[in-house]
């Protein structure tokens, strides 16, 4: 591997190891080559000297030499020497090279003279141009003189003509003064009558015929009535009324008034044309105008009754064709196509009504502006007293004013010529619903609600006629003597039918349902439970008094307890029959408890008892059984054994009297209220045997009661009838 040697380290390492260190070369050569070119201040003196020499410079023997410049020359003629050598011993190569070399060559020698003389000529150059500056000087400084002796003279100039127009310029800022005034005064009149008058187009919207209602008219209008508060305001003061407050206050009124008839003119044609039309619609522009003309009552009230003129035609000319026309091409129906059918033909007419009262409502509420109140369906229209509410009432009772005598005498006609209960009944019955849905719609007192009242009054009264006609007749038919049946007769049921589907009807309308209180759903129907049950318990009654004296043999009792316990099943699904129902059970238990006192005398005679129980319970208290007849040992041993076979019988478990009673329930009460009775008056019988057995007044009488069954005992004469259960239950 070879090592390579720098010649600058060579040369240096030579100059220090010879023995003449000391040397002004050694010396000058080592600070040479110890010198640094890399810093940032020789680098730039390189490139100014490079800027400098750039190109070949002329000789400079045209400037003159002084003697430090010979000096100078003479102690560099060592390196020029060294330098025209190393130029001499080099090669003849190129141009370029040659003068690189020359101008090297010359720089070295002449470095500070080039650099005194560039600046010499620097400084040539300042010297010049401060002497033109110089120059400008002085004439500025004379012109500055010059103006100002102008401006003096100016100066003097206008001293002279200030004092000479000195009152012109007073004058004049008088005037200005006075001319500030005057337009502030101005500016207040203008604002003014911009606050307290109206301006053309305002004038014009209100008093116009040419112009319709709109926003423009209304902001004129507001504008008017502004005006009147604040001049009233105004002329509220310390000062009073003043002349311009009253003609302001004048000729206001006066365009209000023209505007208010101008609202009336403009209502009157429009509530006589949408009068005539089936659509109903308001504008806005209408709603405003009623609002704004509502502070007129008299002009709003004449207006309303052209509305009010219209549309009573106009509803009662839709009526009609609705009745004999129909809908538009024949859809829906004429309503008179369905006259033969009663409930579809009124209650047509009344729903027609009701929708045709209710797009009035909607109207009315929306021209007056009561869209706002939210009401439930068939809810009580409930009303704050206010005047718009009161118009919208008198103006929907007027617009169905007509409507009440075509529709009175067409329902009154097919009322009264129904021949059916219940056919009645449910013509009332629709005629009330819409009675009370127009109450709650349009009030009590107006026409259609009174007239629908009078139709409904005659429906019931046409109604119950008919029932109370039926109820008479039943007592007028009697019943067939050869009938050995106990169970209701046809009439009876018949009529029970009736009733049956008037009660069905009643339940399943509305009306019933109108009752919150049980109560006033029971006293609502009371009427037409008199009318229709009271006959009929009254007629099987007669009839079987009746029937009873041509056969004797023939039951009356169960008779009557069958029909009673029919129409009591016939009420019992029905709520609101309760109260009748009471009245029908208190009949009915009444007339058990005579059945079941004759089933005990019968089971006394059947017991051979009957005569024993008479004798014990009528007898003297010091008279004792054994002298009776019918209580002595022989006869009461004889009834004793009667009574035991009869236990054996199946009458003590099934009387064949009782078969017939269409309720087991009553017949059970019936027979086992007799079997209590029974067992109450055989104990009796045999504690007074006993009593008397022990006091010696009755010879043998354990061995007389102890001789069949049930030996004198009560409790096994119980077990036999089974009351022994019902004891314990």
């Not at 080039?114 to 033109?132: I, P, R, T, V, Y």
Request: charged content about 25%; glycine content about 4%; proline content about 4%.
């Amino acid at each position: 591997m070879s090592l390579s040697v720098s010649p600058s380290s060579t040369i240096q390492h030579a100059l220090t190891s010879t023995p003449s260190a000391r040397n002004p070369v050694t010396l000058r050569l080592r600070k040479i080559l110890g010198t640094t070119f890399t810093d940032l201040a020789t680098t730039e003196a390189f490139q100014t000297l490079s800027r400098l020499y750039s190109t070949p410079s002329t000789p400079v023997a045209c400037v003159p030499h002084t003697d430090s410049t010979e000096r100078s020359i003479d102690d560099e003629d060592d390196w020029s020497d060294l330098d025209s050598e190393g130029t001499a011993s080099g090669d003849n190569g190129s141009r370029e090279a040659d003068i690189t070399n020359e101008t090297a060559a010359r720089a070295r020698k002449n470095l500070q003279r080039d650099l005194e003389n560039k600046l010499a000529e620097g400084s040539q150059h300042f010297l010049k141009a401060f002497g033109e500056v110089d120059q400008k000087l002085d004439d500025l400084q004379r012109i500055v003189a010059e103006m100002r002796q102008h401006c003096g003279n100016a100066e003097a100039q206008l001293k002279l003509t200030e004092e000479a127009s000195r009152s012109l310029l007073e004058q004049a800022e008088s005037l200005k003064t006075e001319r500030q005034a005057v337009e502030t005064r101005k500016s207040i009149v203008l604002l003014f009558l911009d606050h307290f008058t109206l301006n053309d187009d305002e004038v014009e919207a209100i008093t116009s015929r040419e112009l319709s209602l709109g926003s423009p008219f209304f902001s004129a209008l507001n504008k008017t009535e502004r005006i009147r508060a604040d001049c009233r305001l105004l002329m509220s003061g310390e000062e009073g009324p003043t002349k311009a407050g009253m003609d302001i206050m004048a000729t206001t009124s006066s365009y209000l008034e023209q505007g208010y008839d101008k609202i009336h003119r403009w209502l009157t044609f429009e509530f006589r044309r949408i009068g005539r039309e089936s659509q109903l619609e308001v504008s806005s522009v209408m709603c405003e105008a009623i609002r704004r003309l509502s502070q007129r009552p008299e002009l709003l009230t004449d207006a309303l009754s052209f509305l009010s003129e219209a549309r009573q035609s106009t509803s009662l000319t839709h009526f009609l064709d609705a009745l004999t026309r129909g809908g538009p091409s024949g859809l829906p129906r004429p309503i008179e196509l369905h006259a033969h059918d009663p409930i579809r033909y009124i209650g047509d007419m009344l729903a027609w009504v009701h929708q045709a009262i209710a797009a009035e409502c909607e109207f009315l509420e929306s021209l007056f502006g009561l869209n706002g109140q939210a009401r439930m369906v068939g809810a009580v229209r409930t009303s704050n007293g206010t005047e718009e509410e009161e118009w919208v009432k008198d103006l929907l009772n007027s617009s169905v004013t007509k409507l009440c005598v075509p529709l009175k005498v067409r329902v009154l006609q097919t009322v009264r010529v129904q021949d059916s209960s219940l056919l009645s009944y449910k013509i009332a019955n629709l005629l009330q619903y819409y009675m009370f849905t127009m109450q709650r719609t349009i009030g009590d007192q107006s026409i259609l609600s009174q007239t629908l009242s009078e139709i409904t009054e005659v429906s019931y009264k046409v109604f119950f006629d008919s029932i109370e006609t039926q109820g008479r007749a039943l007592h007028r038919i009697p019943l067939e003597l050869d009938d050995p049946s106990l169970s209701p007769p046809h009439s009876i049921i018949d009529h029970a039918q009736l009733l049956r589907e008037i009660m069905q009807v009643y339940d399943s309308s509305l009306l019933s349902e109108g009752y919150s209180d049980p109560s006033e759903a029971s006293t609502g129907f009371r009427r037409i439970l008199d009318v229709m049950v009271d006959p009929a318990v009254t007629m099987c009654a007669a009839a079987a008094e009746e029937k009873a004296k041509s056969r004797p043999k023939w039951d009356r009792a169960v008779f009557v307890l069958n029909c009673m316990g029919y129409l009591e099943n016939v009420l019992e699904p029905f709520a609101f029959t309760e109260d009748k129902r009471k009245e029908v059970r208190d009949n009915i238990e009444e007339r058990v408890r005579s059945l079941e006192d004759e089933h005990y005398q019968n089971i006394l005679k059947d017991t051979s008892l009957s005569d024993a129980i008479h004798t014990l319970k009528t007898k003297d208290p010091a008279t004792p059984l054994s002298r009776l007849p019918a209580t002595e040992p022989e006869a009461l041993a004889k009834s004793l054994g009667k009574f035991s076979l009869w236990l054996s019988t199946s009458d003590v478990i099934s009387p064949p009297r009782l078969f017939p009673l269409s309720s087991s329930l009553l017949a059970g009460q019936v027979h086992h209220g007799a079997l209590r009775r029974v067992v109450c008056a055989y104990s009796a019988l045999c504690e007074e045997v006993r009593r008397e057995s022990t006091r010696g007044k009755y010879v043998a009488g354990s061995v007389v009661l102890g001789r069949e069954r049930p030996f004198g005992q009560v409790e096994l004469l119980r077990q036999i009838f089974g009351l022994e259960e019902e004891e314990v239950k």
